[in-house]
């Protein structure tokens, strides 16, 4: 190898590391905030129909700014906005502590990247996983999303131990402390500077530079065929379809559902979490052998297909300690699709229509999920009601898992190896 191509690979390595830390960091301080910030608004006596808007409007914003942003995150720069969107969560997520306004929560909580789930929210992860197809090949690409996945749920499990931690000592009836609130939220915007400092020390190899077929009149941004565009409209309805589901059930509204149904603590809450992202996180890596033999639309499929069933189960366990391990169960099986999704759409589109799709897929999936916390609130904030969320979100994303098996499983993935 020459010493220009031995400079390009050490570069995309040092990108790759970068996007993995600055992952990490950013889905332990989404573990803990998803936590903490449910609890303590239910403390602050703000309703679970509240509570349920509130995270409707924080995943519907960001995913409508994604999806503004989403064909021109090459023009912009991919780097540029990263930075942009952390530097914004630096700013807007300390006033959570100055207000307790429902309409300033809700800019608050959009532009200061709160998560609801747990999870991901806002443009970063569809950018990273354009910049990570920029950097890998082939199954190459599969193992670098595996282990993307795997930072962040074991990030998220991490969060979820530190607010367990956070509740040693507080004992089953105790409200978090104000004093304790401020030093979690002065935290998580500490975590958007790092991150922002991290994206800054990210090389332009992960930058989609236009092919030398492009006409130098430009500077255009590339357009997406209307065969693409067919496939991203699919896609998306189909991913929508799937997170409107899993938004009746986010991290955030389960956390109150275990506090209100089986008076679970903050270190019981915490726990709980930290024990379903840790199975998230290793189930991702068993995602790659079992893709690597059986194909990946397969592993997303027929590995999502009995977590539903787990999931539609939980609020009929006469415990809480029962709910909690069939929870779990669920967790073992419910994240192998997320890799090996992740490679598969990268798969069937070339290189130049992956910042588009994945900031579109995405921002649909966020969508979806936003539209139903409010729902599952109202479900939330009456007992008789309680077991509807998790019924009515395995229903629907087990039919997701079958139409897309049918309508896809005979689609090509051209540039899986090539790309």
Do not use: C
């Not at 962040?152 to 089953?172: C, D, P, R």
């Not at 955030?252 to 903050?266: A, N």
């Amino acid at each position: 190898m020459s010493q220009d191509g031995h400079k390009e690979r050490s570069m995309n390595e040092s990108a790759a590391w970068y996007l993995l830390i600055a992952r990490g960091l950013r889905e332990v301080a989404f573990g803990v905030i998803a936590i903490v910030l449910p609890l303590y608004w239910h403390e602050q006596h703000i309703s679970a129909l509240e509570i349920g808007a509130l995270f409707t409007v924080a995943l519907l914003g960001s995913a409508l700014i994604s999806l503004w942003i989403g064909r021109y995150v090459d023009r912009i720069g991919r780097r540029r906005l990263l930075m942009l969107s952390s530097l914004l969560w630096l700013i807007a997520a300390p006033f959570l502590l100055v207000t307790k306004e429902p309409l300033i929560l809700g800019v608050i909580i959009i532009f200061g990247s709160i998560s609801p789930t747990g999870k991901e929210v806002g443009l970063f992860l569809g950018i990273e996983q354009a910049m990570l197809s920029k950097l890998t090949k082939g199954h190459a690409r599969t193992k670098a999303y595996a282990w993307f996945t795997l930072v962040g749920y074991v990030s998220t499990a991490a969060g979820a131990l530190i607010a367990a931690a956070l509740g040693f000592g507080l004992g089953h009836s105790a409200e978090i402390s104000s004093g304790l609130f401020r030093v979690v939220v002065l935290a998580y915007s500490g975590i958007a500077l790092i991150q922002l400092l991290f994206y800054a020390l990210i090389s332009d190899s992960v930058e989609q530079i236009p092919s030398a077929s492009q006409p130098e009149q430009n500077k255009s941004p590339h357009r997406p065929t209307r065969e693409v565009r067919s496939v991203v409209r699919m896609l998306t309805a189909l991913f929508t379809l799937d997170a409107f589901g899993g938004g009746l059930i986010v991290q955030g509204l389960l956390v109150y559902w275990f506090r209100v149904k089986f008076g679970f603590d903050l270190t019981q809450i915490g726990l709980l979490f930290f024990g379903t992202n840790l199975l998230s996180a290793l189930s991702s890596l068993v995602a790659v052998s079992i893709s690597k033999r059986f194909g990946l639309l397969n592993t997303m499929v027929f590995t999502h297909l009995p977590s539903n069933v787990l999931l539609i189960l939980v609020p009929f366990a006469p415990t809480g300690l029962l709910a909690a391990i069939v929870l779990l169960a669920r967790h073992m099986l419910s994240q192998m699709d997320v890799p090996t999704r992740q490679a598969y759409t990268m798969a069937i589109v070339d290189a130049e229509d992956r910042g588009y799709l994945a900031t579109t897929t995405n921002s649909a999936r966020s969508l979806g999920t936003g539209a139903s916390p409010l729902i599952a609130g109202a479900f939330l904030a009456s007992a008789g009601l309680l077991s509807y969320p998790f019924i009515i979100a395995g229903g629907l994303k087990a039919a997701y898992d079958l139409v897309i098996f049918a309508i896809f499983r005979k689609v090509p993935t051209p540039y899986s190896e090539t790309q």
